[in-house]
């Protein structure tokens, strides 16, 4: 009696060892962990990334899901519990966002769900422009330095250089403004070259502006008042061309124009050369169908003594052609 006792004890031991050992052989899954594989959640366009879902515990073998906005994006199954790789492109800002994965087994129902992991999509900075409101200044002069990258993720790191030398502790920008330095021209040397710089959180990512120079303010080109002074002088030719027109160049044509016209009525003078020029005598050369007169007096002056000059006034006729 005693001995079945023992060998019934004994039974039930060993029933609840086996039924022990198969439950932890059918071991449920543990939540899964997603990490970055690289440690950072900071990316550039175009970059390559990759995500591990792992979970610590449970019977495999483990099926894990890797979800972006609860769409599903890629799938692996894993015989044992080492991490499963997800390799992803982040090309636009569309692939930015929420990322969770899921790990099942065949005893867990629905599976477990890890953390969420959101991506932040950098963009480098452009080349920066450096400015100033004042191009020319003079010794003893107050002047500013403005620095601007138009492109680039926030904070923004900016730094000023004279040549090669660092003038300027790095201005960190939380917005999109410029980063402005005051500056003393005290020597010719302080006229420049100047540049900036400019860097954000994006690796390997540093953009130069090109050089600036202030101008002497005394140095003034010469050639600007000569160019001003042949304008005004071109300017007033004009003016006294046109108002010479009026009173200058139209007589002189309508003169012109008179003379021609009474070249072309007919009329010659015959009197020669060695004749007196106190004599004047026109006769008709052709006539004309349609006349229209007008009269006017001659006067000839005959030679002799004063007391016995005489003076005469011929009137004739002058007949003109249309």
Request: charged share 20%; with cysteine.
């Amino acid at each position: 009696m005693v001995f079945l006792t023992i060998l019934l004890f004994s039974y039930l031991q060993m029933s609840q060892q086996i039924q022990k050992t198969t439950a932890n052989s059918k071991e449920m899954i543990s939540n899964p962990r997603l990490i970055p594989v690289h440690g950072t959640l900071n990316i550039v366009r175009n970059q390559n990334v990759t995500l591990s879902c792992h979970s610590d515990s449970g019977s495999p073998p483990v099926r894990y899901t890797l979800f972006k906005h609860n769409q599903k994006v890629s799938t692996l199954n894993r015989p044992d519990l080492t991490p499963s790789l997800f390799n992803l492109t982040i090309n636009s800002a569309n692939d930015v966002g929420e990322y969770k994965c899921k790990a099942e087994n065949n005893i867990s129902s629905g599976g477990k769900y890890s953390n969420s992991l959101n991506f932040t999509l950098l963009e480098p900075v452009s080349k920066p422009m450096l400015s100033s409101p004042t191009a020319q200044a003079k010794k003893g002069q107050n002047v500013t330095l403005s620095c601007l990258s138009e492109n680039g993720s926030l904070p923004v790191t900016y730094i000023f250089f004279r040549g090669r030398q660092s003038i300027s502790p790095p201005v960190k920008m939380q917005k999109k403004e410029a980063a402005v330095i005051f500056l003393f021209i005290n020597s010719s040397s302080d006229f420049g070259p100047y540049k900036c710089r400019a860097e954000n959180s994006v690796h390997n990512n540093t953009k130069y502006s090109n050089g600036f120079n202030f101008t002497l303010a005394e140095e003034r080109s010469h050639s600007q008042p000569l160019i001003i002074s042949l304008g005004l002088i071109l300017l007033l030719c004009v003016i006294g061309f046109a108002l010479a027109i009026p009173f200058f160049i139209i007589p002189s044509y309508k003169a012109k124009k008179f003379k021609s016209t009474m070249s072309s009525t007919g009329f010659t003078s015959t009197i020669n050369a060695e004749e007196s020029e106190d004599y004047v005598i026109y006769a008709e050369i052709e006539p004309v169908k349609t006349e229209e007169y007008i009269n006017f007096s001659a006067i000839r002056r005959e030679d002799g003594k004063a007391e016995e000059r005489a003076r005469a006034t011929i009137y004739s006729k002058a007949i003109f052609r249309d």
